[in-house]
């Protein structure tokens, strides 16, 4: 049978700066800080947009966009760059948001172990932004989050 997808993740091993290896296994007893302020985030970003007037089920376009969504027009149009940012952390609705937390929590940790707390946020952030600029680019009249 063939190897995992998950295999990286399982046998990956971590050289921390003290030269100290842990494996995936004994890293399981530190806690998963930003995993879990990462999810912490998400569901203030998600209560946000429910308080702005966001339908919790089913949102409409301007009404994520009002919340702070990326969109062409507005994002690159009138320079709100903050948008590709903000974008990361806004959920249409609550399937989005529960499906986004059960593999954010489900996989995070493993990835926060094998990358570190650091780099795992980082590359968390800049794969957020440079999706939400790809979309903005591959479709310029299409809300994203």
Known sequence: MGK??????????????????????????????????????????YLLEIAMGVNWLNPDSSSLINAGANFAPTTIGRGEYWRLLASIFLHAGIFHIALNLYALIGFGPMAESALGRWRFVFIFILSGVVGGLSSVLANPTTTSI
């Open 4 to 45: 995992s997808l998950l295999s990286p993740f399982i046998l990956v091993v971590k050289i921390r700066k003290n030269s100290e290896i842990e494996t995936i296994d004994q890293a399981k007893n530190h806690p998963k800080l930003a995993t879990f302020a990462l999810a912490a985030i998400c569901v203030a970003g």
